[in-house]
């Protein structure tokens, strides 16, 4: 790490400097002035800091985020004042952690969106009890032999002794609560400590046992907590720098990269390294900056003359998702709907990032006062991003059901039940229907002189989403989803990278009476996204990808 006194004698070009203060926001979120010069405040800023800070404001917004609670996996990460809270609780305890045990737990296969409880048993009436050293002597005797094995009765005892040592783990670092159940399946406790852990730890999964909860459970707390600060200070680095390149396509992972450059420079090799150097910060409120020496980046980085972004629908199932008495139906999907980023040097098209995202599907709509399922479709072609949003606020079209307006909350001093305006799905924030940062697509043909010819807007965006999991489950409205996190680090990359200007908040006058229920509420918007304006659009393909069942929708049946 250089000095920031010294940094400021150096040259621009020799040093990075990174803000670790807890008024940090992403550029994106962050105020500015327009091409005229005019400042161009952010109205989400502030709340951004709030969020970040776990200061919760006294709206929707914060009353939701305050029962999230780890904000990380939706897109908005801790403050370095809070990580170092986090580090200091973990130095002052002593929490064993059974790594022989969870080394050997198999831990569990079901899909993390399915919230039935799981049991690992084969035999309903082991599942009944506790396996225990009588349960092993009594393999012994021929007659237990010959119905179940000692080989058929391990993976079972490591599931119970793994899944202690999951709820012990749990209990230790306060995501669950004692008493703790000792059954042998995943309770709806333990997943929603599961979930707990997981959002402090940016885990794309809903309480799991499985892939990266699992490898995390192996690994000691504090030593996750080290990779906690070391992921946060190395996204605010990449969005304040816009760089993108995570592996996940063929070309350089800049993120791992960056994040071994960090670890250097920083000294955040170990446990004791890490919160010596949070403890060096002293009081980080507002905007703090060290120096570091930049990270060495690849020689064709500067040469990167366009940019595009390729959507492949992936596999296209037109058909009805249910049958004539109301039986879901299910469809193979092979190959899910994928986004890719593309930087164009000299001739060639090197491919940066290939992320999951979504199309459309068969989707319920309030037409003529009934609701009845349309396929909502995401259509291939050519498309352009005029401007970046973020902060992006949803104006819900008409055909938006009342009731996905509103929302149910318990009045604290008499318990009763009161039907309000679900407004953290509006907007802004992460919990909105476009997350935290928006393109918007127009459909587009190409010029003789090489300008586009755009068409109407048709309501198509790629956005972030508050629900994270669905990026590489489900459909969506037509709209291309991503993890907000990865929004954010698209469209700074793509600012970074393309002339733009900042227009600021779009004003708008959207009025609407939602009913539901008898009871009326009003919906009144004024302001809109913060708007980044590109000077030169940049190009979307969108693939037709492989189209399966039926060539084209059927006619839109009535809902059951």
């Not at 709806?188 to 799991?208: C, D, K, N, P, V």
């Not at 150097?277 to 980085?301: M, Y």
């Amino acid at each position: 790490m250089i000095d920031v006194e010294e940094a400021a004698e150096a040259p621009l070009t020799d040093t990075w400097s990174v803000d670790v203060g807890d008024g940090w926001v992403p550029p994106l979120l962050d105020d500015g002035v327009d091409a005229s010069g005019r400042p161009q405040p952010h109205r989400f800023r502030e709340t951004f800091v709030a969020l970040a800070s776990a200061d919760w404001p006294d709206t929707d917004l914060g009353r939701r985020a305050q029962s999230d609670e780890f904000l990380e996996t939706y897109g908005i990460p801790p403050t370095l004042t809070l990580l170092r809270d986090r580090l200091r609780a973990l130095a002052a305890q002593d929490c064993p952690h059974p790594r022989a045990i969870l080394e050997r737990f198999l831990g569990s296969g079901v899909d993390e969106d399915d919230r039935v409880d799981v049991e690992r048993e084969d035999d309903g009436a082991l599942a009944s009890r506790r396996l225990g050293l009588g349960d092993i002597r009594r393999a012994r005797a021929p007659r237990l032999r010959e119905r179940r094995t000692m080989a058929e009765l391990a993976p079972q005892m490591s599931w119970r002794a793994g899944l202690a040592a999951t709820r012990a783990r749990l209990v230790c670092e306060g995501h669950l609560e004692a008493p703790v159940p000792n059954a042998p399946a995943l309770d709806g406790r333990t997943r929603r400590a599961l979930e707990r852990f997981e959002r402090q730890h940016r885990i794309y999964q809903r309480g799991s046992l499985s892939g990266a909860t699992l490898r995390a459970l192996r690994i000691d707390a504090r030593e996750l907590a080290r990779r906690d600060v070391l992921r946060v200070i190395t996204e605010r680095v990449s969005l304040d720098q816009a760089l993108l390149g995570d592996g996940t396509a063929d070309g350089d992972n800049l993120e791992a990269q960056l994040q071994d450059h960090l670890e250097r420079e920083l000294g955040l090799e170990s446990f004791e390294s890490t919160l010596a150097w949070l403890e060096s910060l002293g009081d980080l409120d507002g905007r703090q900056r060290v120096a570091i020496a930049p990270l060495p980046l690849p020689a064709w980085w500067d040469e990167i003359t366009d940019l595009e972004v390729e959507i492949d629908r992936g596999d296209v199932w037109f058909d009805f998702p249910f049958d004539e008495d109301g039986t879901p139906r299910s469809f193979p999907v092979e190959r899910r709907p994928m986004l890719s980023v593309f930087a164009i040097v000299g001739e060639t098209r090197r491919e940066i990032v290939r992320w999951p995202t979504t199309i459309g599907g068969w989707r319920l709509e309030r037409v003529r006062q009934r609701d009845v399922w349309r396929y909502k479709e995401s259509p291939a072609g050519t498309f352009v991003w005029n401007q970046i949003v973020s902060a992006p606020v949803w104006l819900p079209p008409s055909s938006t059901p009342a009731a996905d307006l509103v929302t149910e909350r318990v009045i604290e001093n008499d318990g009763s039940m009161h039907i309000e305006l679900n407004t953290t799905l509006l907007g802004p924030g992460y919990a909105s229907a476009y997350g935290l940062a928006a393109a918007y697509h127009l459909p587009a043909r190409p010029r003789p002189d090489g300008t586009w010819a755009t068409g109407a807007d048709e309501g198509i965006r790629t956005h972030g989403s508050v629900d994270y999991t669905s990026v590489w489950r489900r459909a969506s409205h037509g709209c291309h989803r991503l993890q907000n996190h990865r929004a954010l680090a698209l469209y700074s990359f793509v600012l970074g990278h393309r002339e733009n200007a900042r227009v600021g908040h779009a004003r708008v006058d959207f009025r609407r009476t939602v009913e539901v229920d008898g009871v009326q509420q009003q919906l009144n918007i004024q302001h809109g996204g913060y708007v980044f304006r590109l000077q030169r659009p940049l190009v979307v393909r969108v693939l037709p990808g492989r189209i399966r069942g039926l060539p084209r929708p059927p006619p839109p049946p009535e809902a059951r």
